[in-house]
């Protein structure tokens, strides 16, 4: 089981994409923002594209860079950023089909902050909103929204995710703090009603 407490999930079904750029780009400026907080040493990144085997022939499919446990990794996070381009005004059906394995619930604990590129102006909010919903059905706590980009505002990311985490550092050093503070606390079993 993954240790890190720092995982970047990437929805893009191509690896080393703008998008998980983008995503680098948040993780390194939140954990400037944060350096009293443990947010670990090295981010564990998960690009999907190399992770998932897909296929449109009659050849098996496999993954290019497998992971034990790519599932583990993003639920023992304690700061998860996860990204992804629009496709048809939401995030990829390869983000959703990863995401689906788990149950209401199962990512609780951990501090999520959605990312992603759109092509509209429309689809930058609508990407944002469901990606969010979705992060905090599975019981994500997500308390700064997504950072959104429009493609051409790519080049400038440096410059719109640092005004982003200036705006957001506080509630995300609050919800860290006490997402660090429940980890440690013991896990109980047994007893009850």
């Known amino acids: 089981m993954s ?3 720092t995982v970047v999930l990437v929805g893009n079904p191509r690896a080393g994409s703008r998008t998980s750029a983008l995503a680098g780009t948040v993780v390194e400026q939140v954990r400037a923002a944060l350096p009293d907080l443990d947010l670990g040493d090295t981010p564990e990144v998960l690009e999907l594209a190399e992770l998932v085997g897909i296929t449109f022939t009659a050849e ?3 993954a290019a860079a497998p992971h034990p446990d790519p599932w583990g990794a993003v639920r023992s996070a304690r700061l998860l950023v996860v990204a992804t381009p629009t496709y048809k005004g939401t995030y990829t059906g390869l983000l959703k ?3 689906d394995t788990y149950q209401a619930g199962d990512l609780a604990g951990v501090v999520a902050v959605p990312v992603a590129i ?3 102006p429309d689809h930058r909010d609508s990407v944002a909103a ?3 919903l979705l992060l905090e059905e ?3 706590q997500v308390p700064s929204g997504a950072v959104s980009l429009l493609e051409p505002e790519v080049p400038d990311a440096e410059t719109v995710v640092a005004d982003w985490v200036g705006e957001h550092a506080g509630t995300l050093q609050r919800a860290l703090t006490a997402a660090g503070v429940r980890a440690e606390q013991p896990v109980v079993t047994g007893g009850g009603r």
């Open 60 to 62: 098996p499919a496999t």
């Open 3 to 5: 240790t890190a407490q």
């Open 130 to 132: 469901t990606l969010q």
């Open 138 to 140: 599975l019981g994500a």
């Open 97 to 99: 089909i990863f995401l």
């Open 118 to 120: 759109a092509g509209k």
